[in-house]
């Protein structure tokens, strides 16, 4: 596959990060801090996507036996898109109406966040079916490498855009922001689609068959290793993911930053990652183990959200910032070297459903993480009365589990998984993938 076609389906991959941005980075801390509505209902709307991940298993699946028009792929990319912008554009106007009138502005919430999760999980099993696709097997970790790329780049210039657009910040300049995004994302999705997908010869069978999550499970649970490692990856991702939906209202409530200011932090996150992925995959993959490697990325991350912690505590803004860093930071090398020891734990067929059972983590992980996030800050800060002690509570709590998820890798016997060590591209591919 040419590198045009691989930078065509990454711009697929941007126009779906462009809208992630918007909600995750800026509507979260206008809906927490500036509109006083609660974290936990917040959070329920934004763990809606993760909800309806399970249904990408059967889109794909569909998608892979009713071609339409001849495209298998093509109708559901756009469908896709078109549902995530749109539910993106609706979810101002429903922040701003649970702000004046709650039920019904809840009401309007759940169809906008449904309709932009829905289209989120259409979208991406479709564009990245439609790499495996067009692309070969020996070329697939390339494309998805580009894809992944492309997108925390343009997940890091969004934030930088945004930020300045919203400086300072009003209503009118928020809803400007989000048609300027989706209005971007139609049109590198169109630049991206037209064309791309051959059409398909009619009565062509599908070239892929599609595990289901409840075999990759099973693939997991069979293997009493792979399951502690399942267990280990839950705890993990829910504390280092579990943050997104209170950073920037914490960043608002504890130092008065502008909607400018904490959109920015997005980007400082994503840098960092991406800083540290780059690193491990170039440099210390060479002279550490992956569980080592591991093991130093939950600490980092640890010690970033206690950082965190502590600059609410305190009330030092000057360690919050670093704070941020090291999360990102330690999140890429932990992101890297856990995915290179699942790698250790499958032969080469299997790989296919511990990427199954891996988005499987992902998505409890962030669901239960954002839940726990947002329901422990609205107890935690109504009991004592200051919403400072539930953001730190928060990041504690989260510190926590990150400390319990690194004894439980003590006890994995990494001396019984393959020793195999992947490429960089192979872990920024599987990155994308998950």
């Known amino acids: 596959m040419t590198i045009i076609k691989n930078i065509r389906l990454g711009l697929l991959h941007v126009a779906i990060a462009i809208t992630f941005v918007l909600i995750n980075g800026v509507l979260n801390r206008v809906m927490i801090h500036d509109l006083g509505i609660l974290a936990s209902v917040v959070a329920l709307l934004v763990v809606l996507p993760y909800l309806l991940s399970p249904a990408q298993v059967w889109i794909g699946q569909y998608s892979d036996t009713h071609p339409i028009f001849g495209y298998r792929r093509t109708p559901y990319i756009a469908l896709g898109v078109l549902l995530c912008v749109g539910g993106m554009l609706l979810t101002p106007h429903a922040a ?9 502005g809840v009401l309007l919430g759940l169809v906008a966040f449904g309709a932009w999760g829905f289209g989120f999980n259409t979208a991406v099993v479709g564009y990245l079916s439609l790499a495996s696709d067009l692309s070969s097997e020996t070329q697939r970790s390339r494309t998805v490498a580009i894809m ?5 780049t343009s997940i890091i210039i969004t934030a930088i855009v945004t ?166 930071f330690g999140t890429g090398i932990a992101t890297s070297t856990n995915l290179g020891l699942m790698l250790d734990m499958t032969t ?40 400072t002690a539930g953001y730190v509570s928060v990041f504690l709590i989260e510190a926590l589990l990150l400390g319990v998820s690194l ?22 591919a599987l990155s994308g993938d998950a």
């Not at 109406?97 to 039920?103: A, S």
């Not at 502690?228 to 409530?253: K, M, R, T």
């Open 348 to 387: 080469p067929e299997q790989v296919g459903l511990f990427i199954g059972a891996w988005g499987v983590a992902d998505a409890l992980a962030r669901g239960v993480g954002t839940l726990l996030g947002g329901v422990t800050r609205d107890i935690i800060g109504a009991a004592t009365g200051s919403l």
């Open 148 to 152: 992944w790329f492309m997108m925390i």
């Open 96 to 104: 701003l109406l649970m702000g004046r009138d709650f039920v019904p």
């Open 163 to 328: 930020s300045r657009m919203l400086d300072p910040y009003s209503d009118a300049k928020l809803f400007a922001a989000f048609n300027a995004a989706g209005l971007t994302a139609l049109g590198l999705a169109a630049v991206a689609l037209v064309g791309l997908e051959p059409r398909a010869v009619p009565g062509a069978a599908a070239k892929q068959s599609r595990a289901s999550q409840g075999a990759a499970i099973r693939a997991v649970l069979e293997n009493p290793q792979a399951r502690l490692f399942f267990v280990y990856l839950i705890l993990l991702l829910a504390a280092i993911l579990g943050q997104d939906v209170l950073l920037e209202p914490f960043g608002a409530a504890v130092f008065g930053m502008s909607v400018s200011e904490t959109t920015q932090l997005t980007a400082i996150w994503g840098g960092a990652t991406l800083l540290s992925l780059l690193l491990y995959g170039l440099l210390l993959n060479r002279w550490i183990s992956k569980r080592a490697g591991a093991l130093a990325g939950g600490i980092v991350a640890a010690l970033g959200l206690l950082l965190i912690a502590a600059s609410g505590a305190t009330g030092e803004q000057a360690l919050f910032i670093p704070g941020v860093f090291a999360l990102g």
């Open 407 to 428: 004894v439980l890798l003590g006890r994995i016997n990494v001396s019984a998984f393959r020793q195999r060590q992947p490429t960089l591209v192979e872990l920024v």
